[in-house]
């Protein structure tokens, strides 16, 4: 399900219920390569590829979730909507900022070449 076109954002949509209560639950993956992951298998290959060409393959899986009891899907699915939005906007100025592992290797292939 899209979010936020603009930056690609889309989430998993599951309806929980649990003991007569209801919630309305999303979810993502993300990386440092890729933001917006929503399935098992994408996320793995993005790992995969991140741990070839970069020497990282960080990444977190994102849940949010709502009550839905007395509450209309759509306010609700507006709601984590917006702060879903918020929330990867701040994971994103937040993710770690690392060297490309290919700077870090030619570093260390110089000093043992002397």
Do not use: C, Q
Not at 5 to 30: E, I, K
Not at 63 to 73: C, F
Not at 91 to 102: C, D, G, N, S, V
Not at 103 to 110: P, Q, V
């Amino acid at each position: 399900m899209t979010v936020d076109a603009a930056r690609g954002l889309r989430v998993n949509a599951l309806d929980v219920r649990s003991n007569g209560h209801r919630r309305l639950v999303h979810f993502w993956y993300r990386s440092h390569r890729a933001p917006h992951l929503v399935g098992e298998v994408e996320h793995a290959w993005d790992r995969f590829v991140g741990r070839i060409w970069h020497g990282r393959a960080d990444g977190a899986f994102v849940r949010i979730s709502a009550p839905l009891d007395g509450t209309s899907e759509d306010s609700v699915r507006a709601r984590l909507f917006r702060f879903g939005s918020a929330l990867d906007t701040e994971l994103a100025e937040h993710w770690p900022k690392e060297r490309p592992r290919a700077r870090r290797l030619a570093g260390r292939s110089a000093g043992l070449a002397g």
